[in-house]
């Protein structure tokens, strides 16, 4: 039986992936740091489940040392990674490690969680990492990425965190090919959610809308193989961005300095 780990997993389109992977029968674990509403969507999930388990791990994702915890804890082999965990917060905050909290959660979790779980996933049959990403991205500006010289905006924070998505998405993919693990980023569809009514919009895509895409990328067979690509509407487009070699790596060494 494959096993699954979604990040953000309580979230509007977090717990779409998770029905989905629940209907395809994945012994999944649910990732957010909030335990009640954890409990809740496991509770929801056993309901439907046919043969997958369905269990959860409480996990603060801006915190490193919290995300160490839970891959020092896991014993299993791991086939699908689905980093989903956002957050855009109106004013300038920071995690209890002193970062600030959009690039803790929206860009160094992926990461961390990619560098700490992918030796769960090295020469599975068919290891995937997805990484939730977006179209509205750009701006990323590696001088100061968490906003310390710059006044703070949550839309600009949360547009270069999704840019840093999409380029970290291409140098593990290049990293881990010879681990037989595919990595890819998408643009999961706008859905009303407690992440877009921070930015001022509602959404007009239902939850099961927006998981298509992750999903796609997840668990679809055309999909196999297919790694350090970029998609939208389940379909691949060209991502501007991945295609700076430089300055992708740049932002690898970056954020590598993390770990």
């Known amino acids: 039986m494959s096993s699954a780990i979604v990040t953000g997993a309580y979230g509007a389109i977090g717990s779409a992936i998770c029905q989905g992977l629940?209907?395809?029968?994945?012994?999944?674990?649910?990732?957010?740091r909030d335990e009640a509403?954890?409990?809740?969507?496991?509770?929801?999930?056993?309901?439907?489940?046919a043969g997958g388990r369905v269990d959860y791990h409480v996990v603060d994702l801006s915190l490193k040392a919290s995300i160490v915890s839970f891959a020092c804890s896991r014993n299993k082999p791991l086939d699908l990674l689905i980093n989903n965990a956002a957050t855009g917060p109106r004013r300038r905050t920071e995690s209890a490690e002193g970062v600030e909290m959009q690039w803790a959660v929206n860009v160094l979790s992926y990461f961390r969680m990619i560098h700490y779980f992918k030796d769960h996933?090295?020469?599975?049959?068919?290891?995937?990492?997805?990484?939730?990403?977006?179209?509205w991205a750009g701006g990323l500006d590696l001088s100061d990425p968490e906003f310390r010289k710059r006044s703070y905006d949550n839309d600009?924070?949360?547009?270069?965190?999704?840019?840093?998505?999409?380029?970290?998405?291409?140098?593990w993919a290049g990293r881990l090919k010879d681990s037989n693990i595919t990595v890819n980023a998408c643009h999961p569809g706008d859905v009303n959610s407690k992440l877009s009514n921070s930015f001022g919009f509602s959404g007009h895509e239902t939850p099961a809308e927006g998981a298509a895409t992750p999903l796609f990328l997840a668990i679809d067979e055309r999909i196999k193989g297919l790694t350090g690509k970029y998609f939208e509407h389940l379909q691949e487009v060209r991502c501007s961005f991945s295609s700076d070699h430089k300055a992708v790596e740049a932002l690898f060494n970056e954020l590598a300095r993390s770990l």
Do not use: H
């Open 121 to 135: 996933m090295i020469n599975r049959p068919d290891a995937r990492i997805v990484n939730v990403a977006s179209y």
């Open 22 to 32: 629940v209907d395809k029968d994945y012994d999944l674990t649910l990732v957010g």
């Open 156 to 171: 600009v924070a949360y547009r270069q965190a999704k840019q840093a998505d999409r380029m970290m998405t291409v140098a």
């Open 37 to 49: 509403r954890l409990m809740n969507l496991q509770q929801k999930l056993e309901t439907r489940a």
